[in-house]
């Protein structure tokens, strides 16, 4: 497995992102710390978060998941250069940011943030007072590279002109919802613009919520998990739905692998994808989402997903 580059980054890791949407939320503190120790101990180095995981979980609070791995963190002390933390702001003023920044520093208890996105595009704040204020921190050396998520083909051409024409940082990485089930999210202009760049793209959902997973087959099947029990998933149990998981069934019976596995090694397979965001809530399904950069789908599998994918 070779390590990848995020955009024009110095970020270099193996191909899958741990999310830590599920910290705090569908795995407790133990769970999460279990979990964190077999990610970097089989050499991934990459987390995900944001300020805001997990408030929607009940009895949680804004920043849990951040706090999870700061508990981490203060445990395995010698464990923080092995490990590269993402985490993500909504509001994008200046004092907005700064405050952000400072309190995602003390839950996750470390100096820095290796990449720190704009959650969201702001269009109530000029971008050249984001990137400015970006700029700053980087100087400070509170983050290290900045990224967006749920930005458009637009707004990324408009950051990356104003970033070059006033000197300032220039945003390395895209983090869009992306899965075979929701293609036209991503291709077309996005993908186009993010390779334009060389923006690095760690899509989120890469597994539908789950549902690429096979898990959820029948009415009964969704009333197994709090996801499962939500539209997000609930939507793709849809005649189109079922058609592409028939094609990952076969592909995943054909390689021996997981449907997870063969539907994250599509995802790795296209050149604009860095490494997918994955959740993960058990060391099983940790073991199957880390097998997927070792899995090389054939042209016949890959040929059959793309059909029953196609937008």
């Known amino acids: 497995m070779k390590k990848r580059r995020l955009g024009h980054s110095t970020l270099e890791f193996l191909p899958i992102a741990l ?59 010698g464990k923080r250069e092995r490990l590269q933390i993402a985490t993500k702001c909504t ?8 405050s952000s920044v400072e309190n ?24 050249e007072e984001t990137l400015s204020t970006y700029g700053a921190l980087i100087r400070e050396g509170k983050i290290r590279h900045i990224g967006a998520s749920n930005h458009d083909a637009a707004r990324l051409a408009e950051a990356a002109r104003i970033a070059a024409e006033n000197g300032l940082p220039a945003y390395q990485s895209l ?59 609930r939507k793709y149990a849809t005649d189109r739905g079922f058609g592409i998981l028939k094609a990952v069934d076969a592909a995943a019976r054909k390689h021996g692998a997981s449907s997870a596995t063969v539907a994250l090694a599509w995802l790795l397979h296209r050149p604009s994808i860095t490494a997918p965001i994955v959740s993960a809530t058990n060391l099983d399904q940790l073991g199957e989402v880390l097998a997927a950069p070792r899995l090389t789908l054939d042209e016949e599998s890959l040929a059959a997903l793309d059909e029953a994918s196609a937008p």
């Not at 509001?91 to 700064?98: A, E, I, P």
């Not at 839950?107 to 971008?127: A, C, K, W």
């Not at 029948?218 to 998933?233: H, I, L, N, Y």
Request: hydrophobic share 35%.
């Open 91 to 98: 509001v994008l003023s200046r004092d907005r940011l700064r």
């Open 19 to 77: 999310g830590g949407s599920v910290f705090g939320w569908t795995i407790d503190e133990a769970m999460t710390h279990r979990l964190l120790d077999a990610f970097v101990d089989a050499g991934f180095s990459l987390v995900e978060t944001a300020e805001s995981y997990t408030y929607w979980a009940p009895n949680s609070e804004w920043g849990r998941s951040e706090t999870f791995i700061g508990t981490w963190l203060r445990r395995n002390p």
């Open 104 to 127: 995602s520093l003390a839950r996750l208890g470390t100096d820095y943030i290796d990449l720190f996105q704009s959650h969201r595009d702001d269009h109530e704040v000029p971008l």
């Open 175 to 233: 983090q869009p919802h992306y899965n075979l089930l929701e293609r036209p999210l991503f291709e077309g202009a996005l993908e186009e613009e993010c390779r334009r760049q060389g923006i690095g793209v760690i899509p989120y959902y890469p597994l539908a919520a789950g549902f690429l997973t096979g898990k959820y087959r029948s009415d009964t099947d969704f009333g197994k998990s709090v996801r499962g029990s939500s539209q997000t998933v």
